[in-house]
């Protein structure tokens, strides 16, 4: 499975981005697609993740500012990312699982394909 990431870039405090990710390949055992992101020092963290349902799990840092949703039936995910802080400011990236239990435990670990990743950065 190949993972593509577009979008992400440079936004003023309480700003908006929207990164989306499409994924190609054997993708006919994939459960759910999430976004991580890491800080510079920091270890990467869980953003949002979606089952192809629609099940959706947010980190409570975002909840109520971003928005996970698949794209079109497509197997593609667009992240909305609202009222942005600078503590949002990191590498983002996408990532598909084949367990359901990681989309849940939102567990960078059980995550099996990853993007590159796409720079967010927030300014001040």
């Known amino acids: 499975v190949q993972l593509q990431a577009s979008g992400g870039g440079v936004v003023q405090n309480g700003g908006s981005l929207r990164l989306s990710c499409g994924a190609s390949?054997?993708?006919?055992?994939?459960?759910?697609m999430g976004w991580f992101r890491q800080a510079p020092g920091k270890e990467r963290e869980f953003v949002a993740s979606?089952?192809?349902?629609?099940?959706?799990v947010y980190a409570d840092s975002v909840k109520g500012r971003f928005r996970i949703f698949r794209d079109n039936g497509k197997i593609a995910v667009i992240l909305e990312m609202n009222s942005l802080k600078p503590e949002d400011t990191g590498v983002y990236y996408c990532?598909?699982?084949?367990?359901?239990?990681?989309?849940?435990?939102?567990?960078?670990?059980?995550?099996?394909?990853w993007g590159q990743g796409t720079q967010v950065t927030v300014s001040s």
């Open positions: 390949g054997p993708t006919r055992t994939t459960a759910a």
């Open positions: 979606t089952t192809w349902g629609g099940n959706v």
């Open positions: 990532a598909v699982t084949n367990q359901r239990s990681a989309h849940y435990a939102g567990s960078a670990a059980g995550y099996d394909y």
